[in-house]
């Protein structure tokens, strides 16, 4: 009673006060804890950007040198754990499984029951130094990501799971895990985990620990929103992800990447961009990749993107859609339409050139963008759970337009 006007899409509804990532949408500029994203970008590791996000500074040789061997450690499944990712269509989405797989997680964990309260708040304070057993959500979720993601990876080939190997980076093992790019022949390793022998191409290893980077954390994007709505009513951490997991699968969200390469394929060739501009305009198709509710100029992602998309193209090959896709960006940067209502690209604009370059299929793609944004979605939930307010439900109102009260009418008199 007495609500006048609804925000639809949050236009204008800050939910929280928050010090993890800052965006300013008119000048393009992107922090993560006050560093410029390019700074982070060119000099740092996921990993780091990881702890910074989660825990709020850099970590110091030492903090770092018991953070990293942490999360690794931590990514090795239950054997049992096989069966759950077995009882899945060969052809299922692996953002369904990987949903799904997260879910799953939280039910290894006796603490995770959501009516154990005190350990909730156990586990936030987990982190560096760490030794409670329940202050490990975040060593778990992140150590397991990569873990789960190449599990519903390999399940859907029939092949055999990978355990994470040691003396690894985060990414290099993922990458491992997969054991899928050719391109890494020519880096043969004595590590035979699994039964792969190759180690991955160190240009495309730094390449994914980069867009892991730009991944990592968004402020109040569509996921982290759903992470902190599922988280406010207090389950465990394990079902707060997977909430926001969900939420990424949208083409409008973390989906993009994947559509963008969709609408590539559609266009087919450089001649063919006006008329798919055309058909945008006439509200018949979405330009993905372009767009964002808080850039108004071009995501800063972006640039970073476009330069690591040529590392990667020096060792891979450039995609064949590359000069379809240069030649829509180009032309939509230069039409009015665009260019009036401030449509530019977004970060999910070229990382599907990336990716499929590295040979991943393209229902894979937003399983890439999920790993590295379990940290961001962390970093909030744990800002939440530690915020000397305490968590208050997430309980919006409405504004109802339905009837006024109505009697009841018997099925033999309806009409
Ligand atoms: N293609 C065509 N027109 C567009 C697009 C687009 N990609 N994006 C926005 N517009 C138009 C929209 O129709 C509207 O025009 P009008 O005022 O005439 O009705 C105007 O631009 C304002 O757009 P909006 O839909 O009100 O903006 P929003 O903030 O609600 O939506 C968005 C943001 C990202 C959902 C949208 O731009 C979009 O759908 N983009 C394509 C999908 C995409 O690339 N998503 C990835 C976003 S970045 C990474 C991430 O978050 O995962």
């Given at each position: 009673?007495?609500?006048?006007?609804?925000?639809?899409?949050?236009?204008?509804?800050?939910?929280?006060?928050?010090?993890?990532?800052?965006?300013?949408?008119?000048?393009?500029?992107?922090?993560?804890?006050?560093?410029?994203?390019?700074?982070?970008?060119?000099?740092?590791?996921?990993?780091?950007?990881?702890?910074?996000?989660?825990?709020?500074?850099?970590?110091?040789?030492?903090?770092?040198?018991?953070?990293?061997?942490?999360?690794?450690?931590?990514?090795?499944?239950?054997?049992?754990?096989?069966?759950?990712?077995?009882?899945?269509?060969?052809?299922?989405?692996?953002?369904?499984?990987?949903?799904?797989?997260?879910?799953?997680?939280?039910?290894?964990?006796?603490?995770?029951?959501p009516?154990?309260q005190?350990?909730l708040?156990?586990?936030?304070?987990?982190?560096?130094?760490?030794?409670?057993?329940?202050?490990?959500?975040?060593?778990?979720?992140?150590?397991?990501?990569?873990?789960?993601?190449?599990?519903?990876?390999?399940?859907?080939?029939?092949?055999?799971?990978?355990?994470?190997?040691?003396?690894?980076?985060?990414?290099?093992?993922?990458?491992?895990?997969?054991?899928?790019?050719?391109?890494?022949?020519?880096?043969?390793?004595?590590?035979?985990?699994?039964?792969?022998?190759?180690?991955?191409?160190?240009?495309?290893?730094?390449?994914?620990?980069?867009?892991?980077?730009?991944?990592?954390?968004?402020?109040?994007?569509?996921?982290?929103?759903?992470?902190?709505?599922?988280g406010?009513s207090l389950p465990?951490?394990?079902?707060?992800?997977?909430?926001?997991?969900?939420?990424?699968?949208?083409?409008?969200?973390?989906?993009?990447?994947?559509?963008?390469?969709?609408?590539?394929?559609?266009?087919?060739?450089?001649?063919?961009?006006?008329?798919?501009?055309?058909?945008?305009?006439?509200?018949?198709?979405?330009?993905?990749?372009?767009?964002?509710?808080?850039?108004?100029?071009?995501?800063?992602?972006?640039?970073?993107?476009?330069?690591?998309?040529?590392?990667?193209?020096?060792?891979?090959?450039?995609?064949?859609?590359?000069?379809?896709?240069?030649?829509?960006?180009?032309?939509?940067?230069?039409?009015?339409?665009?260019?009036?209502?401030?449509?530019?690209?977004?970060?999910?604009?070229?990382?599907?050139?990336?990716?499929?370059?590295?040979?991943?299929?393209?229902?894979?793609?937003?399983?890439?963008?999920?790993?590295?944004?379990?940290?961001?979605?962390?970093?909030?939930?744990?800002?939440?759970?530690?915020?000397?307010?305490?968590v208050?439900?997430?309980?919006?109102?409405?504004?109802?337009?339905?009837?006024?009260?109505?009697?009841?009418?018997?099925?033999?008199?309806?009409?």
């Amino acid at each position: 009673r007495g609500l006048r006007v609804s925000d639809r899409g949050f236009l204008n509804t800050a939910v929280i006060e928050s010090s993890i990532t800052y965006i300013d949408g008119d000048n393009g500029i992107l922090r993560y804890r006050g560093y410029p994203i390019e700074q982070l970008a060119a000099k740092s590791s996921f990993l780091e950007c990881a702890y910074l996000l989660i825990y709020g500074s850099l970590p110091t040789r030492a903090q770092l040198s018991y953070f990293e061997p942490e999360v690794l450690n931590h990514g090795v499944m239950h054997a049992d754990a096989a069966g759950f990712f077995r009882a899945f269509r060969y052809d299922a989405h692996p953002m369904a499984i990987l949903t799904s797989a997260f879910a799953y997680l939280g039910s290894y964990y006796r603490e995770a029951n959501p009516s154990l309260q005190e350990y909730l708040h156990e586990w936030c304070k987990g982190g560096p130094g760490c030794t409670s057993e329940h202050g490990q959500a975040d060593f778990r979720l992140i150590g397991k990501a990569t873990t789960l993601a190449a599990m519903a990876y390999r399940v859907r080939q029939g092949r055999e799971f990978v355990v994470p190997p040691t003396g690894m980076s985060y990414t290099e093992s993922f990458l491992f895990q997969l054991d899928h790019l050719s391109h890494s022949d020519a880096f043969p390793t004595t590590l035979t985990s699994g039964g792969a022998t190759y180690r991955p191409h160190p240009v495309l290893v730094r390449a994914l620990d980069i867009l892991f980077i730009l991944h990592a954390d968004h402020e109040m994007n569509a996921s982290s929103t759903t992470v902190l709505q599922t988280g406010s009513s207090l389950p465990d951490p394990y079902s707060a992800i997977a909430a926001g997991c969900a939420s990424l699968y949208g083409p409008l969200h973390g989906g993009a990447n994947e559509a963008v390469i969709r609408m590539l394929v559609s266009i087919g060739s450089p001649e063919n961009v006006p008329e798919f501009l055309a058909a945008v305009k006439r509200r018949e198709k979405v330009l993905s990749g372009f767009g964002h509710r808080v850039y108004k100029t071009s995501d800063p992602r972006s640039f970073i993107i476009r330069k690591v998309a040529d590392e990667v193209f020096a060792v891979t090959g450039a995609d064949p859609l590359l000069n379809t896709a240069m030649a829509l960006h180009d032309a939509a940067l230069k039409d009015a339409y665009f260019v009036s209502r401030k449509l530019a690209p977004n970060v999910d604009f070229w990382s599907g050139l990336i990716y499929r370059a590295m040979g991943f299929p393209m229902d894979f793609f937003p399983v890439l963008f999920v790993v590295p944004r379990v940290v961001g979605w962390l970093a909030h939930w744990r800002q939440m759970m530690l915020s000397p307010e305490g968590v208050k439900i997430w309980r919006p109102r409405q504004i109802y337009v339905g009837p006024s009260e109505r009697p009841y009418v018997p099925l033999e008199e309806r009409q």
